[in-house]
């Protein structure tokens, strides 16, 4: 008999809301690793490299774990920039920029 997979835990350790967007240009990301669109990857301007977060479209309360790798966005109102991948996740490519919830989680 399969043992039953262990979903993982994680305790949130900061919240909040902002406008999300998304891009998938290939290009060399503030970690040092080249971004690839089809990674669950986020920028953010200061969460610490290799934090995880779950990001909530508001819209239609689908979500997705990414893991930051870069800084940004850099426009207005923002407070994250997600891989393409990530973005079609959530539902959000149509629109470009969606409002989003996010959590950023530690294992629990």
Known sequence: MA???????????ESGSCKASYYWEGQMT????????????AAHKTLPMGSKVRVTNKN???SVIVRINDRGPYAG?????????????VGGTGAG??????????KG
């Open 30 to 41: 503030a970690s040092g690793e080249t971004f690839d669109p089809s990674e669950l990857t």
């Open 3 to 13: 043992e039953p997979v262990k979903k993982k835990q994680y305790k949130v350790v």
């Open 77 to 89: 109102g923002r407070c994250l920039d997600l891989s393409k991948a990530a973005m079609k996740k």
């Open 97 to 106: 920029v969606i409002p989003v919830r996010y959590e950023v989680l530690s």
């Open 60 to 62: 239609n309360d689908r």
